[in-house]
């Protein structure tokens, strides 16, 4: 499965992991920002004086490759990522829109407007690298796998975090005691339905129910929520009587079903038809304009730019803008109005249930290139407004020099307002992961939208990809509900990718064949929606759907389900034929002449006694989860029937495990689908354990962890990074035990680890519980060799004043040139050198001063020059340098490693290869002994799997296939019972045609003596990765050294050399020793020892002084040395120095005892010899 | 004197394989102590001349100079003449600075990649200053293929890249580092000493018999096809790991056989890097050995000596 040298490895698979990213933003650019410019509203401006009305709006978006700053007129060279990431600069191209200005009804002005250089994203359509191969990549000095999907800001890589969102366009029932706050007389219950628009931004409703048996919609509008009687809402959409509105609401309840199964109707729906019909005749509202009016009347004054319309204008404003938003037919609001309103009614009878908001099948995502859509309308938005305030203030001035006819003079006026500042808006959103914005964009936080996709090694670079976060508001909740793994997400969510702690079950990550839906469709065009849903449409007609549009009256459940098409009721169907309908659609979805998309979801909710609110709901929007499974009810004619299904409709579906058995299944529910494989419900990191099925669940979830705290092969292109610090493992080595997903994702490009020979027994005294230890000459020969680059940016440009920017210069001192022999002429250091602590490695010039500056290492250890690299953009003077620096990082003691199955350990000797113990056959002496006590609790089996696979394999010279729930995959691969044995005798059996014992285990002697160890020895090959939890960047040693200066006590970290906490419990440690001298070490004379003046007369020690010597008219005598008058100290408050004893004492103690006198407490100490201080 | 027979060995040795770097001998008529010395002295403390410092010019490669450096003292170097050259640090010619020719050999690489073919630099680019010194040959001369004659890659350049540098060769012993040590492995095993019960072999029958053959994961005993007894094939080929004890007791046929390791008999196999014969390492091993024993001996001459060990000190001397 290997392939062979100098092939190019398919990277297809690695792609698609990152392709809903891409194709949110390729979408974007290529029709996402002509939507969302069309949904921007045109601002008016209306001047008195000359009664002209100029409208503005924008048109014509058009988003550019990125380019170099011009170096001459002709030539505009592209500007590659690895370019931005060591000039600290962004990947951006330049965004140009029309500005349209039109005076009253006259012709259209065009003005093309630059409005900033605008991010772009990594391998999407405007992005240098799109559709280079592998080889072309790395003469661009990136990847060869490089996938994208990222932005380069400051030369930083930010990934857009997937982050949960409501399902779109579906109504959800919901209950909260949120609600009940509301007003007086709300109940905890209501329907809500998130409503997305063409250019995704979106508008929540909520229909809540009061406790009269009426209800209410609500809506936000500017920052504020508005709540309307929803009996006006109706007959403000279309057309209609009451009667027409109480059969639409009844139309789900007929007494001859009522209490049987899929009755959502009770007598009680007719009474509450006749509370809401009954609110509109007290209002005296009777007619569809009386109803409009009533809206027009309370909105206008929150309507500003609708202030001198009349008041139905101002109401069918409200009721298109505002509500329902996703439709854009009145009828289909009415419909959908109607649906909702039976669902909550449902919803209170309890003849269903609640949706529950944090099951995955009411969830979707929120895309990368969506929220930038969505940021970016609004900044656009504000632009607009803030020009027309611009030139409002203008015509009050009532100034001669603005002419308002004069399109020049506008457009002067609205430049005021820079352009740039957008894109500067949607890059800094992207850098820091904030929203800047009024209205909150109907999302439910406002920051932590990006991460920085950072490198500490690929899975964890990779895992940025795949994660999926629930919200910033849920971390602070300590509830469970929220992160729970719901049945609902199995084949969508990992199970055991999720970190521990706080952020387990928020952050979960995607499985390796669970995929984003997007806007292209499988042959890369962009769907045309209309066309799709007039298939559709077609399509259920067909099979017998009654159509919802010439106004017949639906019947509802038990009779008839509604239809929703992406939340648009379109129809209703037979109960008896609904089954029917869905299985022809599955066909017609796995078929590829058809026109349905393949990822539609279709679910069907079927009738229940007291289940979900049944329907078949429809849905064929971007942002959905689906994943691949086999259709087994179609008929297979050689193709293998993919369907792609969503978390909505699985949970109502039939699908079988490969295993074979049926699980329990009853006859009346045969299997209408099946997986493809087991490990499908596993991420891309979780199915890198070896037969992680053999584990205990706990030990695969750490591994995920672990994986990605790793030491590995970081980049093949290391020698074009500028990462701030990099993890490099020098030595890595392929695993012999892999998985298919290993193979698959190629992450033999990036390696983690080492195969390396594991003995488990009891050797030494130093492998106590988790220590392990590594042989001495493994080590020497290059196991687990490393360095950490550490690369810093030296901009002049930013460094000191304004003043002195650009005199400012790299060059070396003449004077001092042998005090610096590791700066060469041009102040930058030399590559190879090797820099000490407070050695200078950088030579700063000041023309205007004269001066020389050199820069200094910081830290404690010695680091070698990697590579020094000049940005050469000012041809003047070298302005701006990254110096990368090597840290060599070899295994040392205290430094931590871990297998592939969550066993992880600290090294705590390194032991000499003779004193190994070794094997008198092969002369095999173990790299690394763990302790056997690592393997009955945790109930790693795989690692011993793992163990005696790796033998068979390298005895063999071939890989070793380790993908989990092997049993389940042989059988159906069609082989008798007899052959397929479980895995422990495979390979035992492939270890006894080499001559080896069946189980791993070997005889083994001691390295010391000579002798035979009397017990058997578990040995074999483990693949082993380094942590990045190293000793040199960790251990702490100090004696004395900084302090603070109020009270005198070691300061507080590492990096500043402080002091090492030593708290109650060691305090309790060394007094159990009775170590008493070393206790008053750590907490007296290391800490903050000092020696005081007491008076014993008086007790005090702050009225004490120096007396300074008299100078006495003294004549020299010859020959004789002067006089010394000796020192004396008195105390104030005495007037003598009899007293004066010294005390040795915490600085502390004096500092309280002037806190206290400044509150007028005096302290005095009684002194005693011996028996201690009295206060 | 009697009380001194029983400290005396008289070791016999059998050389049955002799390769340049392979060895396989007996060891008999001693014990375990003295054969597990012979191989840790073999593993740590047979002298070598390896790479220890090296100086770089000039590197453009895509390795580090570390790694590179670490990869040249890795290079096994011919050391027939290691064990009468003096360490670095006990030489009073170059003053202790390691770099004269008594305690060191120096070499030099200079290679730069001038086509758009990649260049492999291996340790036949390295020049040595002795001929007695040099990177390990580890070409097959039967093979005339041209590919054969490769020495050990160092790194790989691509065209303009390129790697100049000079590094220093010393004495030193795998106790230090391993990259002095002379061996690859070197392992013994105790010689077994098998005794089949045939009564109670006789109770089995001829599938009884393959099944209870059949445990031993290594090929021990066969059967005879024309007697159908059950014969010791290869008794070194067992591997104490008492296999056939298992199965014979679940058998219920306890004490079928007896295997026994004989603590006076010892199957050594030495394999060596080829920095020294493996028939030369065993010399310098026991030479080594000898020179050990002598520290010993020699202190135990003087007055402290005596005071420390009294009877016994006089005892050894035999007075």
Same mark, same amino acid.
């Given at each position: ?1175 | ?161 390129? *790697?100049? &540098?000079? @590094? /220093? ?6 106790? #230090?580092?391993?990259?002095? $040590? ?98 030369? *390492?065993? &010399?310098? @091993? /026991? ?6 024993? #002598?520290?010993?001996?020699? $202190? ?20």
């Amino acid at each position: 499965m290997v392939a062979k040298p100098g092939s190019v490895p398919d990277f297809e698979a690695l792609r698609e992991l990152f392709k809903h990213h891409i194709e949110s933003f390729d979408y974007m650019v290529d029709a996402g920002l002509d939507t969302m410019l069309g949904h921007i509203k045109p601002v008016e401006v209306f001047d008195d004086f000359t009664s002209t009305k100029l409208r503005i709006w924008l048109d014509n978006p058009v988003l550019y490759p990125p380019q170099k700053e011009r170096i001459s007129r002709t030539m505009r060279e592209a500007l590659l990522p690895f370019e931005c990431r060591q000039a600290k600069i962004s990947y951006s191209g330049k965004i140009t829109i029309d500005v349209c200005f039109q005076y009253n009804d006259g012709p259209i002005i065009r003005e093309n407007v630059n409005f900033g250089q605008f991010p772009i994203m990594l391998q999407s359509k405007l992005c240098n690298l799109r559709g280079a191969d592998p080889q072309k990549l790395v003469s661009y000095k990136e990847e060869a796998s490089e996938m994208g999907g990222y932005f380069i800001l400051n030369g930083l890589e930010r990934v857009v975090r997937l982050l949960i969102l409501p399902k779109r366009n579906y109504p959800m029932s919901m209950v909260r005691n949120s609600f009940s706050d509301r007003r007086e007389g709300y109940t905890d219950k209501a329907v809500v339905i998130r409503c997305v628009r063409a250019d995704q931004s979106s508008l929540s409703v909520r229909l809540y129910y009061l406790r009269n048996g009426s209800a209410r919609l609500g809506f936000w509008l500017r920052g504020r929520e508005y709540l309307l009687p929803v009996g006006i809402i109706l007959k403000a959409l279309i057309d209609t009587t009451d009667r027409e509105i109480y059969v639409n609401l009844t139309s789900c309840y007929n007494e001859k079903y009522e209490k049987g199964k899929g009755a959502v109707g009770t007598q009680l729906v007719g009474e509450r038809a006749k509370i809401i019909l009954d609110e509109l005749r007290d209002l005296s509202l009777f007619t569809r304009l009386q109803c409009l009016e009533y809206i027009g009347e309370h909105f206008q004054p929150v309507m500003n730019e609708l202030k001198n319309d009349s008041y139905p204008i101002v109401a069918d404003a409200v009721l298109k803008d505002c509500i329902l938003v996703h439709l854009d037919n009145n009828f289909d609001k009415f419909n959908l109005l109607i649906f909702m309103l039976q669902k909550l009614f449902s919803l209170i009878d309890q003849t269903s249930v609640p949706d529950n908001p944090d099951s995955l099948q009411n969830h979707e995502v929120l895309l990368p290139g969506h929220l930038i859509t969505l940021y970016l309308k609004e900044k656009l938005e504000d632009w607009l407004q803030k020009g027309r305030r611009l030139l409002l203030d203008e015509i009050d001035k009532k100034s001669k020099k603005f002419d308002f006819s004069d399109i020049v003079q506008v457009k002067k006026v609205m430049d005021k307002n820079s352009p740039k500042q957008v894109s500067t808006a949607v890059e800094n959103m992207l850098k820091t992961g904030r929203l800047v914005t009024q209205t909150g964009l109907d999302l439910q936080q406002r920051a932590g939208y990006t991460v920085q996709a950072e490198r500490l090694n690929f899975l964890r670079f990779l895992s940025h990809f795949r994660a999926v976060h629930r919200g910033a508001s849920f971390a602070g909740l300590r509830t469970t509900t929220v992160r729970k793994l719901l049945p609902e997400s199995w084949g969508f969510l990992c199970p055991v990718h999720t970190p521990d702690g706080e952020p387990c079950g928020l952050l979960n990550h995607m499985t390796c064949t669970s995929r984003i839906t997007s806007f292209f469709d499988s042959q890369g065009n962009i769907k045309d929606y209309f066309k799709i849903k007039m298939s559709i449409l077609n399509v259920l007609l067909e099979v017998g759907m009654t159509p919802s549009l010439p106004k017949i009256f639906l019947p509802g459940p038990p009779e008839a389900l509604t239809v929703l098409l992406d939340g648009c009721v379109v129809g209703c169907i037979a109960s008896s034929e609904v089954e029917k309908v869905v299985a022809h659609i599955r066909e017609l979805k796995v078929s590829s002449v058809a026109v349905i998309p393949d990822d539609m979801e279709v679910g069907y909710v079927p009738l229940s006694m007291g289940g979900a609110y049944p329907g078949l709901y429809l849905c064929t929007s971007p942002s959905r989860f689906v994943r691949p499974v086999r259709n087994i009810s179609i008929a297979s004619d050689g193709s293998e029937n993919i369907e792609l299904i969503g978390p909505f409709e699985q949970v109502f579906m039939e699908i079988r495990c490969p295993d074979g058995g049926d699980g329990g299944r009853k006859s009346s529910f045969p299997a209408t689908h099946e997986e493809i494989h087991p490990t499908v419900m596993l991420s891309v990191v979780a199915n890198l354990t070896p037969w992680s099925d053999h584990n205990q669940s706990p030990r695969n979830m750490y591994q995920c962890q672990m994986a990605k705290q790793t030491m590995a092969f970081s980049s093949q292109t290391i020698q074009h990074r500028a990462d701030q610090k990099l993890y490099h493992l020098q030595t890595p080595q392929t695993p012999i035990v892999r998985t298919s997903t290993y193979t698959k994702y190629n992450i033999d490009e990036f390696p983690t680890g080492t195969n390396a020979i594991v003995a488990v027994l009891a050797y030494t005294g130093y492998d106590m519980e988790d220590a392990m230890i590594l042989n001495k000459s493994s080590v020497e020969r290059g196991m687990f060799h490393g360095q950490i680059y550490q690369t810093e940016t030296i901009d002049l440009t930013e460094q000191g004043g304004r003043s002195d920017r650009s005199s400012r210069m790299f060059r070396k001192s003449n004077i001092e040139k042998s005090a610096c022999p590791s700066i060469d002429s041009d102040g930058l250091p030399h590559v190879g050198q090797m820099i000490r602590p407070d050695e200078p490695y950088c030579s700063i010039y000041n023309e205007v001063t004269s001066s020389i500056h050199t820069l200094k290492r910081k830290g404690s250890e010695a680091v070698y020059v990697d590579y020094v690299a000049a940005d050469v953009k000012n041809k003047k003077h070298l302005q701006k340098v990254n110096i990368r620096f090597r840290h060599p990082r070899n295994p040392v003691i205290g430094d931590k490693f871990s297998s592939r199955h969550g066993q992880k350990g600290v090294c705590s000797q390194l032991w000499p290869d003779v004193d190994m113990p070794f094997s008198g056959t092969t002369g095999m002496r173990p790299d690394l002994i763990i302790n056997p006590h690592a393997f009955p609790s945790r109930m790693t089996i795989a690692m011993l799997l793992e163990s005696v696979a790796a033998k068979g394999g390298s005895l063999r010279g071939e890989f070793v296939d380790a993908t989990p729930f092997r049993s389940s995959v042989t059988k159906d691969s069609g082989e008798s019972d007899s052959k397929s044995g479980s895995l422990v005798d495979d390979l035992g059996l492939l270890l006894r045609e080499k001559g080896f014992n069946y189980h791993g285990l070997e005889v083994l002697y001691s390295g010391v003596y000579g002798t035979e160890l009397t017990c058997e020895i578990f040995i074999g090959p483990v693949y082993y990765q380094r942590l990045r939890h190293m000793v040199s960047d960790k251990f702490q040693v100090r004696s004395t050294g900084t302090i603070d200066q109020v009270t005198r006590q070691p300061i507080k970290g590492r990096k500043r050399g402080g002091g090492i906490r030593f708290g109650e419990m060691e305090r309790d440690s060394l007094l159990a020793h009775g170590a008493a001298y070393l206790l008053h070490d750590r907490l007296h004379t290391c800490s903050d020892y000092h020696i005081a003046d007491v008076c014993s007369l008086c007790g005090s020690m702050l009225a004490t002084t120096f007396i300074q010597p008299q100078k006495r008219p003294v004549r020299e005598i010859g020959g004789l040395p002067p006089g010394r008058a000796p020192k004396k100290v008195t105390c104030h408050a005495c007037q003598t120095s009899k007293g004066m004893e010294t005390v040795a004492m915490p600085y502390v103690f004096r500092y309280l005892a002037a806190e206290l006198a400044a509150m007028n407490i005096k302290m005095t100490l009684k002194l005693s010899d011996g028996a201690g201080v009295g206060a | 004197m009697e009380g001194g027979v029983s400290y005396a060995r008289m070791p016999r040795v059998k050389i049955r394989e002799l390769k340049d770097d392979y060895a396989k001998f007996e060891l008999r008529d001693t014990d375990a102590s003295i054969a597990n010395a012979l191989r840790r002295v073999m593993i740590a403390e047979v002298p070598t001349v390896a790479i220890d410092l090296v100086e770089i010019e000039v590197n453009s490669s895509v390795l580090n100079d570390e790694f590179i450096a670490h990869r040249l003292g890795l290079i096994p170097l011919t050391s027939e003449r290691a064990m009468s050259m003096r360490f670095s640090r006990d030489c009073d010619a170059c003053d202790g600075d390691g770099q004269c020719e008594f305690c060191s050999v120096e070499f030099h690489l200079r290679v730069k990649c001038m086509t758009d073919q990649t260049l492999d630099v291996t340790s036949k680019d390295l020049y040595s200053s002795d001929p007695t010194v040099s990177p390990v040959d580890f070409s097959d001369p039967s093979a005339t293929d041209s590919d054969n004659n490769r020495g050990i890659i160092i790194v790989k350049l691509r065209r303009g890249q390129e *790697l100049k &540098l000079r @590094a /220093i060769a010393r004495k030193g012993i795998g106790k #230090d580092h391993a990259k002095w $040590s002379p061996a690859a492995t070197v392992t013994f095993m105790y010689e077994p000493e098998i005794h089949i019960n045939e009564d109670l072999m006789e109770t089995l029958t001829l599938e009884e018999k393959r099944e209870w053959v059949d445990s031993s994961p290594t090929r021990v005993f066969e059967i005879d096809p024309v007697t159908q007894q059950v014969m010791v094939v290869d008794a070194e080929a067992y591997t104490y790991d008492d296999e056939v004890l298992k199965k014979a007791e679940a058998m219920g046929k306890p004490g079928l056989v007896e295997i026994i390791a004989r603590q006076d008999s010892f199957i050594f196999t030495v394999e060596s890097t080829g920095a020294v014969k493996a028939s030369q *390492l065993v &010399l310098n @091993a /026991i030479e080594i050995l000898k020179q050990k024993l #002598d520290a010993v001996r020699l $202190s135990e001459d003087t007055v402290e000596a005596d005071d420390q060990f009294g009877e016994l000190g006089a005892h050894m001397r035999g007075g």
